[in-house]
């Protein structure tokens, strides 16, 4: 019997190996295929888009936020994976009622490198999910030999329109932004505040003005409205699943990285 605990503190007993999964994070969706669990995967949500095949093989259950429990229920899953910023409190305290519930909880790098130890040992995917983190490693120290005499930026992360929303503290974008040189305008506020664009950039250092293509689908034209209160800071459009998405999809974001490095 396997016995372990997730990344909210909740001890997990599994005497087989779980078989039926059911994911409800579309970026750990892309994680357990390329954990070699395509075959395993039996509902995931609307928004799991990567593998795009995934979309007409597997069936879909809700959203990130509301979810289908009866089209759930009827899978039969063995395990339901939930994030704890993704999914909320009371979606998860529901599905426990159906089987077992893992819920991962990312902020770091090295958090991302314990969620997929974890599912290397409850899928017995160990040997691939050792493969992808010494990927990741290597990749992660090359990229910081690429970044380290890249002059830190002041930047805004900004995550939503009316109202404009921001990404603070505590978040797996802000750190991100660290690893890239990018000082986060908002790091003295928490997870993702609503800010006043007027108060934006108030001794006018700001350099950069982020806007992701997620969740809300920024515009070049949103740029120029946003840019226009500060001194002269730029706009550039980043991917947003680069910046939010974690597990295997972190290779793709240390290439991608060096491109929006090259072009700013």
């Not at 426990?96 to 909880?105: A, E, L, N, R």
Request: aromatic content about 12%.
């Amino acid at each position: 019997m396997k016995q372990l605990k997730d990344q909210v503190g909740f001890s997990h007993s599994f005497e087989i190996t779980p078989k039926r999964i059911v994911s409800l994070v579309p970026s750990q969706t892309e994680l357990l295929y390329d954990l070699g669990l395509e075959e395993n995967i039996v509902g995931i949500t609307k928004f799991c888009v990567h593998p795009y095949h995934l979309k007409s093989t597997k069936k879909t259950v809700g959203g990130t936020k509301k979810v289908n429990y009866d089209k759930i229920r009827e899978l039969n899953p063995d395990i339901i994976i939930c994030n704890k910023e993704e999914n909320t409190q009371e979606i998860v305290e529901e599905l426990k009622k159906i089987c077992s519930v893992w819920v991962t909880d990312i902020f770091t790098i090295e958090d991302n490198f314990q969620m997929i130890t974890d599912f290397g040992q409850i899928f017995n995917r160990r040997t691939e999910a050792r493969k992808w983190n010494d990927k990741l490693t290597f990749a992660l120290s090359g990229f910081k030999e690429f970044v380290k005499d890249i002059p830190v930026k002041k930047v805004a992360y900004f995550i939503w329109k009316n109202p404009y929303m921001v990404a603070g503290s505590g978040t797996f974008i802000d750190e991100l932004l660290k690893l890239n040189h990018f000082q986060n305008q908002y790091a003295s506020r928490e997870r993702y505040p609503e800010i006043d664009l007027e108060k934006m950039d108030p001794d006018g250092s700001l350099d950069l003005a982020l806007l992701s293509s997620e969740p809300f689908p920024f515009k070049a034209e949103d740029g120029y409205d946003i840019v226009k209160f500060t001194n002269s800071a730029q706009a550039i459009l980043v991917d947003g699943e680069m910046f939010s998405w974690y597990g295997s999809r972190l290779l793709k974001a240390f290439d991608y990285f060096k491109y929006l490095h090259n072009s700013i």
